[in-house]
């Protein structure tokens, strides 16, 4: 009896390997692009014709001599790999050398390069199926390469039919190219389609100052960009954030991971972002940030799948560990971020309504409480002091780069939000509070938050403790109540939280107010309370010198 198993034919091995590589016009795009980065590519233009299936990249890279030209298609063939031990050594963004070999089996290419230290101009190569060169001949280039592909999948036409649409296709181009740029900000990029400029990416000093050409409804000052270098040389971190406080998603869409200068899935580091932006954001809202960390390719493994978008990341707990406490530390008030970016849009609305209104209306502290006031010579550049209450609600804070309206009730919340998740206690109180008429599901969650609660009688139920912060209050039984219609422990920290915090229209002594200030700056998220509002309002010095038009030159006669 034969064997049943036999070799496949090679072209049957292309063609499955091909199929791994490209799938798509924008796999063709992302092949073609990291080639291009890998070649040092400062300047990359991308053009596209969907319907003619059909890509162009061109770039000013390094560029191929004629040797290397002949075997840039060839089988299993790279530049950037050697030897079984080099897969532990990766630098590049391709090392597989499947790409180009895949799209002869695919496609029509064809490739002009010339070095950038050549006299002699550059060459053209058309490639046949399998890669071998069908035509070579001079061609007159600037140094750099151009890579074209035409006829994509025309020797399979069912790929073709279960093709997205053209528009589906070019927003998939976008996405990539999108993510790529991130993590190489210094780049130009220029994209044309169906032979028209369809977008265009300025190179940007670091990918805080590229996202707003990416995010259009992002502006810079909504940002904070932080860069660690880790004790280990070989490690680094840089987090580009939202602030809370300005923006953020309706989807979890814009939390992306890259290392080593390409995006990546990472669940467990996504879920460490999420996790870190917990309580700043309002209900259903997700933070937009971007993380890249720099590793030594010898903690990564990039070989598991043809995309390589998943890998193998050694030390997950340490990076988790880094990446929680950068995003705390990005989200602090503190003077190296003190001279960020004013709210532009609040605060024109509230110079507009001051112009219209005339004036604001300030109540004064106690005049008996001006001889508690710092000394003005102790503020440190960093401080934050509380100089007036506004209708008992905001607190003027004047700090070295003009002055912040703080709204009192939801500052003192974040602060004993935090409080409360780092030190939640339960205390005893004599005699228990009673509630009448609680169903079985609000008993349930009382001692699901650890609050004794017992029958008492008929309809009746005796709470033998309580939150610390509650005890007080003369609310308590309706705090209690509150806390019994679902929600976990989070949750019934934020309600305690809530409750607790000084109310608005409450006046405040100066003293009290700087305790408050500085009670809040020491929180580990102080831009927005745990309901996600923003706490505080900037009005810079400089928006102020406009306003008041400090810039003006009246004359000399005038003596200013």
């Given amino acids: 009896m034969s064997s049943t198993i036999q070799a496949l034919p090679t072209e049957v091995v292309y063609l499955i390997t091909a199929g791994e590589v490209i799938d798509s016009l924008a796999s063709v795009v992302r ?49 950037k ?22 799209l002869t089996t695919l496609a029509d290419l064809e490739i002009l390069s010339r070095p950038a230290n050549s006299s002699s101009g550059g060459f053209r190569v058309v490639y046949g199926y399998g890669g071998e060169p069908v035509v070579v001949e001079a061609a007159a280039i600037a140094p750099g390469t151009i890579v074209t592909i035409s006829n994509l999948f025309g020797n399979c036409s069912t790929r073709r039919q279960g093709m997205p649409s053209s528009a589906i296709q070019m927003k998939a181009v976008q996405a990539s190219i999108y993510q790529i740029a991130l993590c190489h900000p210094h780049v130009t990029w220029q994209v044309w389609q169906n032979d028209r400029e369809w977008f265009t990416l300025s190179p940007a000093a670091t990918t805080g100052k590229l996202l707003p050409q990416i995010l259009h409804q992002v502006k810079q000052g909504d940002l904070q960009e932080l860069k660690l270098e880790l004790s280990n040389p070989n490690k680094a971190l840089n987090l580009v954030i939202g602030l809370p406080d300005r923006c953020h998603r309706h989807r979890p869409d814009w939390v992306r991971v890259a290392i080593n200068g390409r995006m990546v899935k990472s669940p467990e580091l996504e879920q460490t972002i999420f996790t870190g932006f917990h309580r700043t954001l309002p209900r259903d809202r997700y933070p937009i940030c971007f993380l890249h960390l720099y590793i030594s390719p010898d903690q990564i493994n990039w070989n598991r799948n043809p995309a390589k978008t998943e890998i193998y990341l050694n030390e997950l707990s340490y990076w988790q ?11 602090r008030i503190d003077s190296v971020n003190i001279k960020e970016a004013v709210h532009t849009t609040r605060v024109s609305k509230l110079i507009k309504a001051a112009e219209e209104k005339g004036g604001y209306h300030v109540n004064r502290p106690n005049p008996n409480d001006e001889n508690k006031t710092p000394n003005s010579s102790l503020l440190t550049p960093n401080s934050l002091k509380a100089v007036a209450q506004v209708s008992n609600t905001y607190i003027v804070v004047e700090h070295q780069n003009g002055m912040w309206l703080v709204e009192q009730h939801i500052a003192h919340e974040r602060v004993l ?57 003369d609310d308590c ?25 000084i109310r ?38 400089s928006a102020l010198a406009r306003f008041f038009r400090r810039n003006w030159v009246i004359g000399k006669s005038h003596g200013i």
């Avoid at 040092?40 to 990249?57: H, K, L, P």
């Avoid at 039984?477 to 915090?501: K, M």
């Avoid at 500085?518 to 009005?539: A, E, F, K, V």
């Fill in 417 to 473: 939000y935090e409080q409360l998740c780092d030190n939640w206690q339960l205390i005893p109180v004599e005699p228990a509070i009673i509630l009448y008429q609680l169903s079985p599901a609000q008993v349930s969650q009382l001692q699901r938050i650890n609050i004794d609660i017992e029958p008492f009688g008929e309809q009746l139920w005796a709470v033998r403790n309580v939150p610390a912060l509650l005890q007080q209050r």
């Fill in 321 to 331: 560990e880094q990446i929680s406490s950068a995003i705390e530390q990005a989200l």
């Fill in 31 to 79: 092949e073609l692009i990291e080639n291009s980065l890998d070649a040092g590519a400062t300047r990359i233009v991308i053009s596209v014709w969907a319907q003619q299936w059909r890509v162009r990249v061109a770039d000013n890279g390094c560029g191929m001599n004629l040797d290397d030209l002949q075997q840039a298609a060839s089988a299993h063939s790279t530049s």
């Fill in 504 to 541: 608005n229209g409450t006046p405040l002594t100066l003293p009290e107010m700087q305790t408050l200030l500085d009670d809040w700056q020491r929180t580990r998220n102080p831009r927005t309370c745990p309901h996600g509002r923003p706490i505080y309002l900037s009005l810079e010095e």
């Fill in 81 to 102: 790999i050697r030897s079984c031990a080099d897969l532990w050594q990766i630098n590049s963004l391709g090392f597989r050398g499947e790409a180009l070999h895949s």
């Fill in 477 to 501: 039984a309706e705090a209690i109540l509150e806390l019994s219609w679902g929600g976990d422990l989070q949750t019934a920290q934020v309600a305690v939280a809530c409750r607790s915090a």
